[in-house]
């Protein structure tokens, strides 16, 4: 078994991002304030660390069934600037999940800041199913930043399943994924996300569907409060025979803003794109009903909230 | 036990008030079923939110089990022993029919529990106790979700406001029967129930008429039903049938 040495606050921020309580099972990497506290490859996973410390390799053999790969990054260091590049190349018919993560604690006067760029090449016939969590926490003044970059290459039939969740502490996020789909492939993304407070946070998609088949749903549900601001660009082009579909849900409150801008190109007169965006405050008569079985107005909000991100 | 006490309540219509009750008085008695009837746009639906707390009265007061709550918010109501189901249910996305209930009844249940008071509205609890509260629901589906909520929450009185609204035949006929138990299990506690139904009117133990605000008639079933029937207070069941099948009355 390997040892892993963290100290409470690492420990709690990967309780937050990975659900991790030990070191996990299967391969993993962990990424504690710029360098790797432990790594462990197995029989079909291999991750091999790029020369300059700055990421990973993570190859997954052909056929690698219901096994995980556990990337997750925590930063406890204020003024940490990092970017991570970390590809995983899945294997034909491997059917894996990937559970990355970030959670940075700044309890400095200097913003802390990661940026994980991660590219993902799955092969014919594989599914990956990806989650990643975002956390921050801390007192201080410096701001806790993460941009993450997500690039996805389906071949023929793969499938990837991403859940992307940053619901708490996080400052500044500015969020890229772009996918390329060949024919049959399938991408699926659900985004959950929260600001309060001044926060800022960006998520675009450009996501290219190049073959007969190919399908993709992008949904986002997000609650702005406080002063935050969000922005969701969500780009679908059907360039076959394909169908696409993407929704961003949100509720605002307070003084939070929210700006959609779903856009949909059909490049191919078979291709069938759909946009769904709806904004707006929490529905009075929700707030009433609960109100009615005993709870507050403030709980009612709660749970109403607790809800939709579930 | 409630008490109406002079209520009033008046709203800004085009820079004019109007009144939308006008001093009314009632008294819901413990163990009793009481129908609230009366032409469209009386204020049945109004009297039901005033005494819920949605609502507050321009003048008069409520009082539930002798304390003044006029004053008191819909969630100190809900607290002190009211339970009010919706004409129509509200939806929410991403909440589970268990979480609702869970919260109706204040406290940890186990899925069990839970499953009892669908049952008791008539619907297979394993396939809906894990569904949202949302859009893929039907209204008859979730008007029994609606009154599974306020069975959980075990309230002194039970507000039902047109339960018949928006659902299909079958689900009325079960609604009916799940008016009867709750009448059964009344025990200290009371039930109020806004509706057209005669079906409804014929399960009650006193029948109140409500029109232009104002009540215009209150007694046993034997006492106000003659009067009512072939009017709009009391639609008989077989008209409903007609208004299923081709929409027409």
Redesign the interface.
């Known amino acids: 078994m390997i040892k892993v040495q963290l100290d409470e606050i690492q420990k709690r921020l990967l309780r937050e991002v990975a659900d991790l309580h030990s070191v996990p099972e299967g391969a993993f990497n962990i990424r504690s304030n710029g360098a790797s506290a432990g790594r462990q490859s197995t029989a079909n996973i291999d991750i091999i660390p790029r020369p300059a410390g700055d990421g990973l390799e993570v190859r997954i053999k052909p056929g690698t069934k219901n096994e995980s790969v556990h990337i997750p990054v925590v930063m406890t260091k204020t003024g940490l600037s990092e970017v991570v590049y970390n590809d995983f190349y899945i294997g034909e018919g491997a059917d894996v999940t990937i559970v990355a993560g970030c959670g940075i604690d700044n309890c400095g006067p200097k913003d802390s800041e990661h940026d994980g760029i991660h590219r993902f090449y799955v092969g014919k016939g594989a599914k990956v199913k990806y989650v990643e969590k975002h956390y921050g926490s801390g007192t201080g003044t410096g701001k806790r930043i993460l941009n993450p970059g997500t690039e996805v290459y389906l071949e023929e039939n793969a499938v990837a399943e991403m859940e992307m969740v940053q619901i708490k502490g996080v400052d500044d996020t500015e969020r890229t994924t772009t996918a390329e789909l060949a024919a049959g492939a399938r991408l699926v993304v659900r985004e959950r996300l929260m600001t309060h407070g001044q926060q800022r946070a960006i998520s675009k998609y450009v996501v290219h569907m190049n073959g007969d088949g190919a399908t993709a749903d992008v949904v986002s549900?997000s609650v702005a409060r406080d002063d935050s601001h969000q922005k969701f660009d969500a780009v679908l082009v059907g360039n076959a025979a394909c169908s696409g579909h993407t929704e961003c849900?949100s509720i605002i409150m307070d003084n939070g803003r929210i700006l959609a801008v779903p856009g949909l190109e059909a490049n191919n007169v078979d291709a069938a794109l759909v946009h769904e965006a709806a904004i707006g405050k929490i529905?009075g008569?929700?707030i009433?009903?609960?109100?009615?079985?005993?709870?507050?107005?403030q709980e009612a909000e709660e749970?109403?909230i607790?809800?939709?991100?579930? | 036990m409630l008490e109406l006490r002079n209520v009033s309540f008046q709203v800004d219509s085009e820079g004019t008030d109007k009144e939308i009750i006008r001093d009314f008085s009632l008294v819901i008695p413990d163990n009793k079923l009481v129908v609230i009837t009366g032409p469209n746009g009386g204020g049945k639906s109004t009297l039901a939110r005033l005494i819920?707390g949605?609502e507050k009265p321009t003048e008069g007061q409520i009082f539930l089990n002798g304390e003044d709550i006029t004053e008191r918010?819909?969630?100190d109501r809900?607290?002190m022993g009211?339970?009010?189901a919706?004409q129509q249910?509200?939806r929410?996305?991403?909440?589970?029919v268990f979480?609702?209930i869970r919260?109706?009844t204040?406290q940890k249940i186990s899925m069990a529990d839970a499953c009892e008071y669908l049952a008791a509205v008539g619907l297979c609890a394993r396939d809906y106790i894990n569904r949202e509260v949302n859009a893929s629901l039907s209204g008859g589906e979730l008007k029994r979700i609606e009154i599974a909520?306020v069975l959980a929450?075990k309230p002194s009185l039970a507000v039902f406001d047109e339960p018949e609204a928006g659902i299909d035949l079958w689900s009325f006929q079960n609604l009916i029967e799940v008016f009867e138990g709750m009448r059964r299990d009344i025990r200290d506690s009371s039930i109020l129930i806004i509706s057209h139904q005669e079906r409804i009117l014929n399960i009650a133990d006193e029948i109140v008429v409500v029109r232009d605000g104002r009540l215009a008639a209150r007694g046993t079933k034997e006492e106000v039903m003659p009067s009512l029937l072939g009017t709009s207070s009391a639609v008989p069941g077989c008209r409903m049938t007609e208004t299923v099948k081709g929409g027409a009355k």
Not at chain 1, 288 to 297: A, Q, R, Y
Not at chain 2, 92 to 96: A, H, N, Y
């Open positions: 549900r849900d529905a008569d929700q009433i009903k609960l109100m009615t079985l005993g709870l507050t107005e749970q109403i607790n809800g939709f991100l579930k | 819920a949605i918010s819909i969630t809900a607290k009211i339970g009010f919706f249910p509200v929410f996305k991403g909440i589970q979480d609702l919260l109706a204040g909520t929450k």
